[in-house]
């Protein structure tokens, strides 16, 4: 296994970083506080290619493999302070993008991806429901037949992107007596009548990604609007899921990067009792568990990329992939406020906002407790 990046791969990621670093943090404290979703920050995106990085070149995007994209989103990463703005970015890949890229027609490809990768199409998926979260294949939400095509009705939570998204693959049961076997994937423009989107959701962390409820009131999808085959809705999930587990955290590891760096910064020009405080034990092992944590989040990263790209089994690998990355990110989180004493816990030092933003990825795409649970499972327990 090589873990060494082409030169391709890291002029790309060493493009992303400069470009991140310029363009994607100003104002952003205030955004933070403000909930507000940096749209042209978005633009900025779409204009080096990462809103369509793993979309086929034919269809406007970048058509990157696994290791190529997660160098990428590393330098991401490292470079935008901006957590909220890459999660909308990755909610928008890997749940809206790549479910169209595996799963569409050519029709709907062809309409759809173009517009996602220059940045004018933002999407969001729609799965979670108020009584089905871990368990989300048990939703509630209807697509009755009507005519050629379907209503839609019910209601989803937790939908990232929504306020902003200009469509969304939303999952419903065509089914409900066949169970999983009857559920299936639509993507629906956001303004078709009967969908509606409710206000955003406060959330702790990554508040500059919008979240809400959708809501669907006999809402009209075409025959068109069907992703996959009818009652293929648990397989494109999983799939979609497996590929947002993946990837959702290689920004992380980025920012682990950033973090450590700071913090040794801090640790080195900071003095107390007339020593810098990393010459006591106590903060050097601290500094020395991040490193360690961004070492093993790095490699499990890069080892699943290889796995993938290799076209190699790799569903246990995705699990401890977002389980380790996800703990870590708030580990590594907790010990930067630590290490920066009383400035950490300020705004202005802008540590406590990476482990606000942290906290979520324990709990979106599956919990760390569901991680846990599939990778007992596929060893067998
Ligand atoms: C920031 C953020 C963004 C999100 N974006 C989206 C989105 O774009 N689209 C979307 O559809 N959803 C989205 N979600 C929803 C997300 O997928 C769910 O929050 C998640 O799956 C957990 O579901 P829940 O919140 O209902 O918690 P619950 O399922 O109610 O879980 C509550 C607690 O019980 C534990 N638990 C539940 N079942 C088990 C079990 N079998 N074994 C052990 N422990 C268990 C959980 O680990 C957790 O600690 C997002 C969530 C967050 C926080």
Redesign the pocket.
């Known amino acids: 296994m090589d873990f060494a990046l082409t030169e391709e791969q890291r002029l790309l990621a060493q493009t992303v970083e400069t470009f991140a670093t310029r363009e994607l943090n100003q104002d952003l404290t205030e955004r933070d506080a403000a909930g507000t979703f940096p749209a042209q920050a978005w633009r900025k995106c779409a204009g080096i290619g990462l809103t369509g990085l793993t979309v086929p070149e034919e269809y406007g995007g970048a058509g990157a493999d696994a290791v190529t994209t997660m160098a990428a989103m590393e330098a991401l990463g490292y470079g935008c302070r901006d957590n909220g703005l890459i999660?909308s970015l990755n909610?928008h890949l890997w749940?809206g993008t790549m479910p169209i890229v595996r799963y569409g027609t050519e029709q709907q490809r062809q309409h759809y991806l173009p517009q996602c990768c220059d940045g004018s199409l933002i999407l969001?998926?729609?799965?979670?429901?108020?009584g089905?979260?871990?368990?989300?294949l048990s939703l509630t939400t209807t697509a009755t037949r009507k005519g050629e095509g379907w209503l839609l009705n019910g209601s989803?939570?937790?939908?990232?992107?929504?306020p902003v998204a200009g469509a969304l693959v939303v999952?419903a049961a065509t089914d409900p007596a066949a169970k999983f076997a009857g559920l299936s994937a639509f993507l629906v423009d956001a303004n078709t009548p009967g969908l509606r989107v409710g206000r955003p959701i406060g959330?702790m962390?990554?508040r500059t990604?919008p979240?809400a409820e959708v809501f669907f009131e006999d809402c009209p999808v075409s025959p068109e609007g069907l992703l996959g085959a009818p009652g293929a809705g648990m397989a494109l999930f999983n799939s979609t899921m497996q590929t947002e587990r993946a990837l959702i955290l290689a920004s992380a590891v980025g920012t682990l990067r950033r973090n450590l760096e700071r913090c040794i910064d801090h640790a080195r020009a900071r003095r107390q009792y007339g020593r810098p405080i990393g010459a006591f034990q106590a903060v050097a092992h601290r500094l020395v568990e991040m490193k360690l944590r961004l070492e093993t989040a790095r490699l499990l990263l890069y080892r699943l990329g290889w796995l993938l790209d290799h076209g190699q089994p790799a569903e246990l690998d995705v699990c401890l992939v977002k389980l380790h990355i996800s703990e870590a990110f708030v580990q590594s989180g907790l010990d930067a406020i630590t290490i920066h004493g009383g400035y950490g816990y300020t705004a202005e030092y802008e540590v406590e906002r990476d482990l606000r933003d942290a906290i979520?990825s324990?709990?979106?795409?599956?919990?760390?407790?569901?991680q846990?649970?599939i990778a007992a499972s596929l060893l067998g327990l």
């Open positions: 999660f909610a749940a969001a998926h729609a799965a979670t429901e108020p089905a979260g871990s368990d989300a989803k939570t937790f939908v990232t992107n929504a999952f959330t962390g990554l990604a979240i979520g324990r709990l979106y795409s599956g919990t760390s407790d569901i846990r649970n």
